[in-house]
């Protein structure tokens, strides 16, 4: 079994854990389900294109940063300048919670992703339910058909998608009514980063479609090549977490970006 397998194998545990333990009524009636979402698809064009993530591990990575607080984190992603801010839900292959979003929630007045492996609809109530505004959908996880039920629920339920794909093949899996698509770098199977890989498989896309490179943008260099490239969205985690302090880090890129 590659990596993604086995985090698909563990997350149908865990969704079927959360659904013995927490009903769909539940999740329609917790506090943030009836909140207006914010737009990724607006604030990726009217601020840096920047999607700053809060990520404190990864399998590829190992810890990265398991010191500091989503809250102070975000807020400073927010305060500087970022589109949008994208937090890790998965406990046992990234550390994270639904807590780290449910507590920033009410802070920050930007869109947030909740990047996780969804594979079933349950977690897209859940996503609503704990403050997202947008979700992940990965090809590698769903078929094409999935994805178009998954992106239809979504926008019932008042959230965007962004589509992460990695291969050619992958663009079977794209419809119109997705908002979004973000290449992703970094092969899921085997880690291995290119920024080519967006670069190529960006040309292939319907014309007009917002994209966003994600995975191995660390220098400035790498995000003014991917900009020149006509990319929207920048997705960027590991090279501001990996920081004592990811708030200075944040800030002191978008200073370099825009001198
Ligand atoms: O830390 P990086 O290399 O800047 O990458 C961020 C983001 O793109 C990456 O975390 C990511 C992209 N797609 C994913 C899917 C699942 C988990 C993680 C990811």
Redesign the pocket.
Known sequence: MNILDTIIYTKKQEISDSKSKISLHQLIDSEFFGRETFSLKETLQSKSGIIA?F?RQ?PS?GI?NDKVSPLKVVSAYEHFGASGI?I?T?KDF?GGSFEDILQVRNQINIPILR???MIDEYQLYEAKSMGADVV?L?AACLSPQQTLEFTELAHELGLEVLL?IHTEEELKHYNSSIDLV?I???N?KDFK?DLQHSVQLKNLLPENTLSVA?????TIDNFNYLKNKGFDGF?????F?RNTNPAKAFEEFIFNTTI
């Open positions: 993530e990520k990864s990575k990265i994208s890790l998965d990234f990047k996780d492996f992940l990965i992460e973000g992703n770098n970094r899921l980063v994600e995975s191995g943008i660390y997705l960027m985690g590991e090279y977490m």
